[in-house]
């Protein structure tokens, strides 16, 4: 029976002794026609084959870095390519991801027991493996973890290995909590008591600057102590637990406080958003404080005036809600009575009725307030909704009516 060969002709199958990893990657490479690149756990690069044509962005930062970009890890986490990495020893193809400049790939886990040791990356052009190049990978990544065992001990890098572990508990990869607690005492952490993810959001990329001031900031402050932090284009994200206290959400909202304060003022920083979720004790919940804090992080960049005070998912109040809201609002496809004839009133009389009584609600019905903020005397305020009821013929006494049509006008503003 004749041996199954590549279209180069090279027979697949490993019937020879590697010298170094370098060695087998240009022989892998050779036989796929196309780069290779061995990783080890943590994602440092430990061997590549020589370049060919059409080489992704990612491949040349991570052959220059020495190591994958964490941009580009954080987007192969949340692609949800590394969990699949994770869970199998079978070849994975991966299609392009254009916003971290990764190509095609086909990429499969180097695996000692249970315990993954490393990875091989094949930079194909879109095209699946067939059954005997999926052997001869399998084969491949046997060889190795031969070589890997002989050269390295296996110990992870404690600070890399957190950050995967960190990624797994905020996708909600990791849903035994015994299996959790097992994983969190072989890194000396405890998961235990109260428990939340806080997201800090800068308007721009982080740089180095931003990087190290960052960490200082949260390893110094005394309101909660951090568990993981991990960096992601322009967000930090945050497991704290709450320092024991009478009232949790105020020692959390301190905390974030004062954290924006500093590293603005520190860095003459603007536009820094910042929220967090729920918190639990459970710390298979993980990935729903996350889910709450980005979704609050998300409501503050459609709502900047309404939410600039809130920074706890638990604050929120109706705007938690506010999705459901506006899809049903959506599908009846009917606009509120009150507010359509004060928008036909002002359009044609080129007046600001509604958005009068836009600020009138939002300040809880007080005239005072709502004056201030329109920059008018409060007299006038008392005539604008004297005409709005005259108008419209809403009642804004009446806490119903204006209740709905205060939820309406969020829904006009999304």
């Not at 986490?77 to 916003?99: A, C, G, H, Q, R």
């Amino acid at each position: 029976m004749k041996e199954p060969a590549n279209k180069q002709g090279y027979r697949l199958h490993l019937d020879r002794t590697f010298k170094s990893l370098d060695q087998l990657a240009d022989y892998i490479g050779d036989i796929f026609d196309c780069p290779i690149t061995i990783e080890d756990t943590n994602h440092h690069v430990i061997a590549y084959s020589k370049h060919r044509e059409h080489v992704d962005e990612a491949r040349i930062a991570t052959i220059m870095n020495r190591k994958v970009p964490d941009k580009i890890i954080n987007g192969l986490w949340k692609n949800e390519v590394m969990p699949k990495l994770i869970d199998s020893n079978e070849p994975i193809f991966i299609p392009e991801i254009t916003e971290i400049g990764l190509g095609n790939r086909v990429a499969i886990s180097i695996w000692k027991k249970n315990e993954v040791l490393g990875f091989i990356w094949i930079h194909t052009s879109g095209i699946r493996l067939n059954a005997d190049e999926i052997i001869f990978l399998k084969e491949a990544a046997e060889q190795v973890k031969k070589l890997l065992l002989a050269k390295h001990s296996g110990k992870k890098n404690a600070d890399e290995s957190y950050k995967d572990f960190f990624w797994q508990l905020l996708m909600g990869n990791l849903k035994d909590p015994k299996e959790i607690q097992k994983q969190a005492r072989l890194f000396n952490i405890n998961l235990e008591e109260k428990l939340t993810v806080v997201v800090f959001r800068f308007s721009n990329k982080i740089t180095e600057q931003i990087e190290k001031h960052s960490y200082y900031l949260v390893e110094t402050q005394t309101q909660a102590k951090v568990i993981f932090r991990l960096l992601d284009e322009n967000e930090f994200i945050l497991l704290v637990r709450v320092i024991k206290d009478t009232d949790l959400a105020n020692r959390l909202y301190d905390f974030m406080e004062q954290f924006m304060y500093k590293i603005s003022s520190q860095l003459e920083l603007e536009d820094i958003n910042g929220a967090s979720g729920l918190l639990y004790d459970n710390p298979v919940q993980i990935k729903n404080a996350y889910k709450e804090a980005m979704h609050t992080i998300h409501l503050k960049n459609i709502f900047p005036d309404e939410l600039k005070n809130i920074f706890l998912y638990e604050d929120l109040g109706v705007y938690k809600y506010i999705d459901e809201i506006y899809n049903t609002w959506k599908n009846q496809g009917q606009q509120n009575k009150y507010i359509r004839r004060l928008q036909e009133y002002d359009e044609k009389n080129q007046t600001s009725l509604l958005k009068t009584l836009h600020y009138f609600l939002q300040e809880d019905s007080n005239v005072y307030q709502a004056a201030k903020q329109l920059f008018i005397h409060p007299n006038t305020m008392n005539y604008r909704l004297k005409r709005i009821r005259e108008i419209s013929g809403l009642d804004v006494k009446d806490p119903v009516q204006k209740t709905a049509v205060y939820l309406e006008l969020i829904m006009e503003n999304i």
